[in-house]
């Protein structure tokens, strides 16, 4: 078959390497020169601990394994297996994650408690007060600038791989896409990857999309000077990730609400290494459109804070900060949303933030659907 995906970003990149990888010629569309979406202003944590029991965290483990596989054959993408802490600093947090823990599936997330001097054994560069952490082995990250670009270079050497960037899809057809240069492309099943590109021919083809879109803010430091050897995140990430959903989460919302910051822009903190000894740092979460052009400094004075809290030492200069937006299901319990909008085209969209995470498994499921 002739496949045609437009998107490169992390989700059209991972049909082109299914479709690639059972054979067919891949057409790959991208209407910026390089992916300058939500996949390259993330994490790129591999992120399965806080995953929600069922669909969404098969997926996840399911991605996890592929992520390995594909990290295996593509150094470049820079997987790596370093596993994940969340940081607890009282009681009441230590409640939720002894409640994630009592779980029948707390092994099959590969999670763990580790006290105060396990977790700095873990991980030396967290000398703050803590009272422990919950350990996540399952969890990795991949470098999101440099994962697109390696694997479109790898897929280039099959032979069966076009990366066509600069181009803007006018037309879908039946058996053909036709780009903003007016070329024409044939193809025998078209899969529409646009991200939160979600209007002009993705509306006219899903006018009633169940998606929506997140706007978010991160930052990047200049390099740490010493390994910070697993992600990093604080206790607030027991409010935004659904696994850890309970009695004891009630509790610590009652007893211990957010900061009025983190509160005001929905806040975790999150915190991932990249090769180049930086700090990727986040977030926020904002959902009413139109979203403002610029950032606020507030969210980052405060990750700031809690980062530096948990590092006990200054933060390094602070090089990049940027907004980014994905497309999210309307109905988050959804891990995607992917549907027929016509003969031989299909739309996948709506991973929210987990599409790093996620889309592996997402494609190779799409694969798996449309009989590749």
């Given at each position: 078959?002739?496949?045609?995906?437009?998107?490169?970003?992390?989700?059209?990149?991972?049909?082109?390497?299914?479709?690639?990888?059972?054979?067919?010629?891949?057409?790959?569309?991208?209407?910026?020169?390089?992916?300058?979406?939500?996949?390259?202003?993330?994490?790129?944590?591999?992120?399965?601990?806080?995953?929600?029991?069922?669909?969404?965290?098969?997926?996840?483990?399911?991605?996890?394994?592929?992520?390995?596989?594909?990290?295996?054959?593509?150094?470049?993408?820079?997987?790596?297996?370093?596993?994940?802490?969340?940081?607890?600093?009282?009681?009441?947090?230590?409640?939720?994650?002894?409640?994630?823990?009592?779980?029948?599936?707390?092994?099959?997330?590969?999670?763990?408690?580790?006290?105060?001097?396990?977790?700095?054994?873990?991980?030396?560069?967290?000398?703050?007060?803590?009272?422990?952490?919950?350990?996540?082995?399952?969890?990795?990250?991949?470098?999101?600038?440099?994962?697109?670009?390696?694997?479109?270079?790898?897929?280039?050497?099959s032979g069966r791989y076009t990366f066509l960037g600069g181009r803007e899809v006018r037309e879908v057809g039946p058996e053909k896409v036709v780009d903003d240069h007016g070329q024409a492309h044939h193809a025998d099943a078209v899969v529409l990857c646009t991200g939160a590109w979600l209007s002009g021919?993705?509306?006219?083809?899903?006018?009633?999309?169940?998606?929506?879109?997140?706007?978010?803010?991160?930052?990047?430091?200049?390099?740490?000077?010493?390994?910070?050897?697993?992600?990093?995140?604080?206790?607030?990430?027991?409010?935004?990730?659904?696994?850890?959903?309970?009695?004891?989460?009630?509790?610590?919302?009652?007893?211990?609400?957010?900061?009025?910051?983190?509160?005001?822009?929905?806040?975790?903190?999150?915190?991932?290494?990249?090769?180049?000894?930086?700090?990727?740092?986040g977030d926020t979460h904002e959902y009413a459109e139109p979203f403002g052009f610029d950032v606020v400094e507030e969210p980052y004075e405060h990750l700031s804070d809690v980062a530096e809290a948990l590092l006990g030492r200054p933060l390094p200069r602070i090089r990049h900060r940027w907004a980014g937006?994905?497309?999210?299901?309307?109905?988050?319990?959804?891990?995607?949303?992917?549907?027929?909008?016509?003969?031989?085209?299909?739309?996948?969209?709506?991973?929210?933030?987990?599409?790093?995470?996620?889309?592996?498994?997402?494609?190779?499921?799409?694969?798996?659907?449309?009989?590749?």
């Amino acid at each position: 078959m002739r496949v045609v995906i437009v998107g490169a970003g992390a989700l059209g990149t991972m049909h082109a390497w299914h479709a690639v990888a059972r054979g067919h010629e891949v057409v790959h569309i991208e209407r910026e020169r390089d992916a300058r979406g939500a996949s390259v202003r993330n994490f790129g944590l591999v992120w399965v601990g806080g995953r929600a029991t069922g669909a969404e965290l098969e997926t996840a483990l399911r991605a996890r394994e592929l992520w390995q596989e594909i990290g295996a054959r593509v150094p470049g993408v820079g997987f790596r297996p370093n596993g994940s802490l969340t940081a607890v600093r009282t009681e009441a947090e230590r409640a939720v994650a002894d409640e994630v823990l009592s779980r029948s599936d707390a092994d099959v997330r590969g999670l763990k408690w580790l006290d105060a001097a396990e977790t700095r054994a873990l991980n030396p560069a967290l000398r703050g007060e803590l009272l422990g952490a919950l350990w996540c082995e399952r969890d990795a990250a991949v470098e999101p600038r440099l994962t697109q670009r390696a694997l479109r270079e790898h897929l280039t050497a099959s032979g069966r791989y076009t990366f066509l960037g600069g181009r803007e899809v006018r037309e879908v057809g039946p058996e053909k896409v036709v780009d903003d240069h007016g070329q024409a492309h044939h193809a025998d099943a078209v899969v529409l990857c646009t991200g939160a590109w979600l209007s002009g021919l993705v509306r006219e083809l899903a006018p009633e999309l169940p998606v929506r879109k997140v706007r978010l803010q991160m930052m990047q430091t200049d390099p740490l000077g010493e390994p910070l050897t697993t992600s990093v995140a604080d206790a607030d990430s027991f409010r935004y990730y659904p696994a850890y959903a309970g009695g004891a989460l009630d509790a610590l919302n009652d007893g211990q609400p957010q900061a009025d910051t983190a509160a005001e822009h929905r806040m975790q903190l999150l915190m991932v290494q990249r090769l180049d000894g930086g700090l990727t740092i986040g977030d926020t979460h904002e959902y009413a459109e139109p979203f403002g052009f610029d950032v606020v400094e507030e969210p980052y004075e405060h990750l700031s804070d809690v980062a530096e809290a948990l590092l006990g030492r200054p933060l390094p200069r602070i090089r990049h900060r940027w907004a980014g937006v994905y497309a999210q299901c309307v109905d988050t319990a959804r891990v995607v949303h992917r549907e027929q909008v016509a003969d031989g085209v299909w739309l996948v969209t709506g991973p929210g933030g987990r599409g790093m995470t996620c889309s592996p498994a997402i494609g190779e499921a799409t694969a798996n659907e449309l009989g590749w």
